[in-house]
């Protein structure tokens, strides 16, 4: 995909998506990182696509300035853990440790985002195995490999084969969230789809779901805005 930038104070950097389905220009402000993409027909002149963009520069600029900000991870601030703001102070040692109802990071301040990202990865894992294992046992199916990513469209999923993918941004939500995010696809183990039937297998496993599933909705896209410096 290729880029533009717009000038201005700051510059704007436009990815540039062409699609055989687009009928017409069209312009997308990510609320998750703030990506502006201009989506031009296949066969569009590019001139006319840079066009459209200049004029709709103050509609994009208004996007980007209604957008809530980021979150940065940093020594003395806070970064989300099962559902609350966890102080991140300096610690001793070789890795960060819960001590006090905060995150006691070791090592240089430069260093403690990418710290604080290594904890959660691994709280994360430690979380979503149990959660799996525990739920595929009350559904009796077996599942496959367990990985985690830093997905932006989805929180989870399950391939034919039983594998499950996972967010690590979860352990960053209330722990039922977690929960139910394991439950959902374990479910997929007895049921491919979201047909009522699915949903049924979702209730058997997990009968207060709603609640955190309406959370996933409100606030998933607050988890991820905290950035780690990546």
């Known amino acids: 995909m290729d880029s533009t930038r717009l000038p201005g104070d700051p510059p704007l950097e436009v990815a540039l998506r062409r699609s055989a ?14 990506r502006v ?18 004029e709709k520069e103050g509609w994009i600029r208004g996007h980007l300035a209604a957008r809530p900000e980021d979150h940065a991870v940093a020594l003395g601030g806070t970064v989300p853990f099962r559902g609350r703001a966890l102080p991140i102070v300096a610690g001793t040692g ?11 990071v070791p090592g240089p301040a430069a260093g403690v985002a990418g710290r604080v990202q290594a904890f959660l ?4 894992r430690a979380a979503l195995v149990e959660a799996v294992a525990r739920h595929a046992a009350a559904l ?13 469209s989805r929180w989870g999923s ?11 941004r979860l352990i960053m939500a209330p722990a039922q969230v ?27 496993l997990m009968p207060d779901y709603a609640a955190p599933r309406s959370w996933l909705r409100a606030n998933g896209a607050a988890l991820h805005r905290v950035r780690f410096g990546d």
């Open 21 to 34: 389905r687009a009928r017409r220009y069209s312009l997308r402000v990510s609320q998750l990182d703030g």
């Open 37 to 54: 993409t201009l989506t031009l027909p296949r066969r569009a002149p590019i001139a006319e696509g840079l066009a459209f963009l200049r």
């Open 94 to 104: 070789r890795a960060p440790r819960l001590i006090d109802e905060a995150l006691a």
């Open 178 to 204: 977690l929960d139910y995010v394991a439950a959902h696809e374990v479910a997929h183990l007895a049921e491919m789809n979201h047909s009522p039937a699915y949903w049924a297998v979702v209730r058997r």
């Open 121 to 124: 990865r691994s709280e994360a």
């Open 140 to 152: 009796g199916r077996p599942h496959g490999r367990i990985t985690l990513r830093d997905t932006r």
């Open 158 to 168: 399950c391939t034919s084969r039983g594998d499950l993918m996972f967010s690590w």
